[in-house]
């Protein structure tokens, strides 16, 4: 049997995986109702929140607490979702983007997301590891998050980093922090009148996705102003998403140290032939392909969102479940530092990017 053979078998759950994965289904359901009913009650004023931050803090409620009891039974499947349905929750991301976005913005948003995306990722890595002494793991988790999508980034990166369930529970929480910090604070400084003698409406909409941290939290940054700036920080920000596969690509080789027979320095050949590659993100490249040039229904396409929304949110409800606040206490506040720095950096740095590039 191939490779790719075992591969896709793999993506089946077996008969030992159904009890953990009917538990965090049943989880995660709840945890989607339950944001939507926040949603409703605070007249839309919560969608920052989104459905995987509750999915992990319920999640790590419940690990800390109830899951234990039970862990032997259930692991299997909460495993299974940790990974394969991990894996899936990325791939179909792409149904929620199309290249055509990328044109309705322009190659300044594209420029933008580049540079904050690279700036970011290689500055907290520096900071991280030299600076703060954060261990390597953590650090690369933190700075997927911050750089690219937030939670999701931070999931996806996961099997390539080989991290820990506690230390993708930290990054995540930094995500959730700062991300949350920055959805209020940026249409404040607008309104405040502090960002419009550098940026235009359209060039808040741009700053606004190439810099905070969350889908969600883009959503409510930008039509906090206008549902055009809305819709342009958006669209900015799936750039950013489509950007995490060649991120994957590149992060897995700088991973790989290669080895030669003599002891000699690694070749550039030796490493390439090593490098993990994460088809799941190129899996996810075709699919937003798919979704630009093949015709589908407003129902199918519909489907499929909530059914990757469904996805993530079961991966990060598995995440909560394996996660032990010891472990978290442990890390320290380090890594909320670190995240707090990268999230000046966004606020500043980012900015005075989009500023630059705004000019050109």
Known sequence: MSAFSQSLISYFPRKQHLVGLMVVLVGSVFCLWLNNSLDSWSNGRLIGLSSLTLAILIGILLGNTIYPKFSEGLEDGVNFAKGQILRLAIMFYGFKLTFTQVASVGMPAVISDALVLTSTFLLTYWIGTKWLKVDKKTTLLIGSGASICGAA????????????????????????????????????????????????????????????????????????????????????????????????????????????????????LSRIQQVKVPWFAFIFIAIVLLHTWLPMSNSFENTMVRLDDLLLTMAMFSLGLTTHLSAIKQAGIKPLILGAIMFGWLLLGGGLINVGISFI
């Open 153 to 268: 980034a931070v999931i996806a990166a996961e099997p390539v980093v080989k991290a820990e369930a506690h230390k993708v529970t930290i990054a995540v929480a930094t995500v959730v922090v700062f991300g949350t910090i920055a959805m209020l604070l940026y249409p404040f400084l607008y309104h405040l009148g502090w960002l419009q003698p550098w940026l235009s409406p359209q060039d808040y909409g741009v700053y606004t996705g190439s810099t905070v941290h969350e889908v969600a939290q883009v959503v409510v940054a930008g039509n906090a102003i206008s549902s055009d700036v809305g819709d342009t920080a958006v669209v900015t920000k799936m750039i950013r998403v489509m950007m995490l596969a060649p991120f994957l690509l590149i992060l897995s080789f700088a991973l790989t140290q290669g080895s030669s027979e003599n002891g000699d320095k690694p070749t550039l």
